[in-house]
């Protein structure tokens, strides 16, 4: 049976371990059981920062510590962070220093919560930033295995991770986790699925029921959306001829946008979207809002279906 | 370069205040008004206590200083020149293409200077995380910041002082260049800000008021900043937009505008006149 676990506890148990680096700080703004820093702060308190509920200062505090050498982590809700924008503009990416921000409880598959809560342009306005790797992991394997590389990163990055338990696709395989470097999960000539986050799993879905349908696909984890792995896309458009992107967040601006920018410049092939059609969410379960924003298996079927059509 | 008496001082600030009218000038655009009102408590943290290298800009157990209303970095330019960190002839690439002196203080062009401001209501906090290093190292340096008094009404600014008073951090210094203008009007037209000295008291910080134009007041504070160690403090300095230029002082015009060619002449004899 597939092993389920959430993102956070990846980054949780990663941050954990980067203990040992006496220059690890972790910053936290009143959020810490949720984003699962709280197992930092049990063991390392002296290197643990409260900040509050105030994330524009938490921010800034990070940055400072990276000024005076240290390798600050900051976590809070996906959707808070977007409040200390500006501080992660100009104090962070416009220096270029390497405070590492974590972003939880992102996308609409954060459910209940409601559309305050659903961070669904996170991916997109931190992809603007010079700078700033930006990524969006979907298992704890491989969020842990992300995190436990930014000490050596030496810029700073945002990183989205969820509430909710995902199947894991990566035990024994966190060796094949580098920043930047896209996850070939299946592979297919028909067309490729580009994927992030809890859409991965999803899109491996849609895969199988294409191949019963007679229609191979490649499935990629594309859990670094900036640096985008562009060679692998370059080599997917080759192979494939069409493309569909899928993540939990606005069609504008994230991973389909990335992609979509790259292809119309580098080989102009199909491109098909799937993310949230530019509205806010509401409260429901989180496979419901999947269902209400069009972003199960079966909208990734029919967009495959569709990119395949417009080839020429 | 510390241990400058007090009329060394003085004759620095006057230098610098020449600086900034120049700097302004030569290309037309920048801030004097607020540059004017900081010089001499920038020139007595300078001249008078700041540990820092000016032969090794980055040494890392360095005081740090954070200019926090970044705009006023003329005056900041002009301290830096007079330290050694750079030379007066840079001070000629203020707000030029590929000049180490950008329009707003940036760390990543510039020796000496330690935070990229620009964006008002930023510096407090990143002088907290230079101070919550400093700790966490056991290192004795101390972070001080700037920031004016228009600066205070953004909400970040209070963030951050609640975090300093709950972290105990008595390694970090804070001025409040209250000069009462900010870029449209008197600080007290656009939003009254009432009892300053008081909020930062109920915030748990340690206070005291000096006027920040008299050399002797701003060593005094300096110097009694030393002494508080177990909590952040402030010093909250009464100046005069503008200083020492009679048709800058206190008016709200020149928070943003250059003098002009029979301006600069005026403002440089007015200088001239003060040594």
């Not at chain 1, 409260?50 to 390798?71: D, H, K, P, R, T």
């Not at chain 1, 580009?194 to 799993?201: E, P």
């Not at chain 2, 056991?138 to 002082?161: F, K, L, P």
């Not at chain 2, 000069?179 to 449209?184: A, K, L, S, T, Y």
């Amino acid at each position: 049976m597939t092993r389920m676990a959430a993102t956070r506890d990846g980054y949780g148990e990663a941050l954990v371990e980067l203990g040992n680096n006496p220059k690890v700080v972790v910053l936290e703004a009143d959020l810490g059981k949720s984003t699962k820093s709280l197992h930092y702060r049990k063991k390392y308190p002296e290197r643990t920062v409260s900040c509050g509920i105030g994330e524009q200062n938490m921010l800034l505090i990070g940055a400072g510590l990276a000024s005076s050498g240290f390798i600050p982590f900051a976590s809070t809700f996906a959707i808070f962070t977007e409040r200390a924008f500006e501080q992660m503009r100009n104090g962070i990416a416009r220096t270029n220093l390497p405070v590492h921000l974590c972003g939880s409880h992102g996308g609409t598959h954060t459910g209940t919560d409601g559309s305050s809560a659903q961070s669904i342009e996170d991916l997109a306005i931190y992809r603007t930033l010079p700078n700033v790797v930006v990524m969006h992991p979907c298992d704890d394997v491989s969020t842990k295995e992300l995190t436990m590389q930014l000490p050596e990163l030496g810029q700073p990055s945002y990183m989205r991770t969820a509430r909710n338990k995902t199947p894991v696709l990566y035990d024994g395989r966190a060796g094949d986790i580098k920043i930047g470097k896209g996850i070939v999960l299946r592979e297919g000539n028909d067309a490729a699925i580009i994927a992030c986050g809890v859409l991965v799993h999803e899109s491996l879905k849609a895969a199988e029921e294409l191949r019963n349908m007679g229609i191979n696909v490649t499935v990629v984890d594309m859990h670094t959306i900036k640096p985008l792995d562009t060679e692998l896309i370059g080599k997917l458009a080759d192979e494939c001829g069409a493309i569909v992107t899928a993540e939990d967040h606005s069609v504008i601006g994230g991973l389909g946008g990335a992609v979509s920018e790259y292809i119309v410049s580098a080989n102009p092939i199909p491109v098909e979207k799937i993310g949230v059609d530019d509205r806010f969410g509401e409260s429901a379960e989180a496979d419901e809002m999947l269902e209400m924003m069009g972003l199960k298996s079966s909208n990734i079927v029919d967009s495959v279906q569709k990119a395949i059509s417009r080839k020429s | 370069m510390n241990g400058k008496s007090i009329s060394e001082l003085k004759e620095m600030a006057r230098k610098c205040r020449v600086e900034i009218c120049k700097m302004t000038h030569r290309i037309q655009a920048g801030h004097p008004g607020g540059s004017l009102s900081e010089i001499d408590i920038l020139c007595a943290l300078y001249g008078h206590r700041l540990r820092c290298k000016p032969d090794d800009p980055d040494w890392i157990d360095r005081d740090r200083f954070i200019l926090s209303k970044g705009h006023a970095s003329p005056g900041m330019y002009a301290v830096l020149a007079e330290m050694g960190f750079i030379s007066h002839e840079d001070l000629k690439s203020y707000r030029v293409k590929g000049g180490i002196c950008q329009g707003h203080v940036d760390m990543k062009w510039c020796p000496g200077v330690d935070f990229s401001a620009g964006s008002l209501g930023m510096g407090l906090s990143f002088g907290l995380g230079c101070a919550i290093a400093a700790k966490i190292e056991g290192s004795s340096r101390n972070a001080y910041v700037m920031v004016g008094d228009g600066e205070i009404q953004e909400g970040s600014v209070w963030e951050a002082a609640m975090a300093a008073a709950h972290h105990e951090l008595g390694n970090l210094k804070l001025f409040i260049d209250c000069n009462g203008i900010q870029n449209d009007d008197f600080c007290d037209a656009q939003m009254r800000m009432f009892d300053i000295p008081s909020k930062w008291e109920s915030f748990g910080w340690s206070v005291k008021e000096i006027d920040g134009h008299d050399m002797e007041q701003i060593i005094d504070a300096i110097d009694w900043m030393d002494t508080i160690t177990e909590v952040p403090c402030v010093v909250i300095a009464h100046t005069v937009k503008g200083k020492g230029v009679s048709f800058m002082e206190n008016n709200p015009a020149f928070h943003g505008a250059a003098p002009n060619d029979e301006q600069l002449s005026q403002a440089l004899q007015e200088l001239e006149v003060s040594l």
